[in-house]
């Protein structure tokens, strides 16, 4: 197995259609993504090709599951399967988003949004840091796409996930396609969005692409990236540096080629922003 070393560059999201393509030609891909939840069982094909992908390259871990917004207990059972994961592949990050996806122990398999107040922020922050303490490590969390907000919430998005990291010194996993859909959708300033986040905080982003619905974007993983989140990765980029990227592709998965082809596009304006200070 290769050893856990500093991600760079960007790198794509595994999927099944893909396997034979990654093991047959050996890509120059810089990582890969995992979903977690697809690789908890204790044997079987996936979990046989999870390891076999990581004999050659550096993977991340990026899980659905956590629900960290619930008001159920942590699943302990859930979070057991991801440690044990976490030590067979070693990834060199694991994360999950701010959304909670069960109630009473039933799953709605649906990143549902959360109210952004200091009750809210009180629980967040114990679960994030009880989830820490139990996997051992440092987890990443990602904002969300959202489509609708709350008359309790009493601050921005921003400002509460900047809270969250600062209270449990967790790190941030920050999907610009989601920055971007939420704010047309919420009509908030997306730049100042990223103006308003640590510098020291943000360790991986996120491209996807969104469709246009009537009256709102709709964030399916199901497009190549659009022009706007192209133009405010940029500016990510600007302020947090070469942050390593990946290119998230969950519905209607093309060709792996496709996926390249994206990948060496958020490279290139990497290298552009970095190059030109």
Known sequence: MKQTQQLKGTGLGLRSSHYQEIFDTQPDVPWFELLSDNYMAEGGLPIQRAMAVRQDYPVTLHGVGMSLGSADPLNIEYLKRLKILADRLEPNYVSDHIAWVSVDGQYTHDLLPLPYNQDMLQHLSERIQQVQEYLGRTILIENPSSYLTFDSSDMAESEFIKQLSLST??????DVNNIYVSAVNHDFDPYQ???DLPLDKVKEIHLAGFEEMEGYLFDTHGHSVRQPVWDLYRAAIKRFGAVPTL??????????????AEAKKADLVASEVCDNG
């Open 169 to 174: 010194g967790c790190e941030l996993l920050l």
């Open 193 to 195: 969005y990223l103006n």
């Open 247 to 260: 290119i998230e592709w969950d519905t209607d998965v093309p060709e792996f080629s496709t996926l390249l």
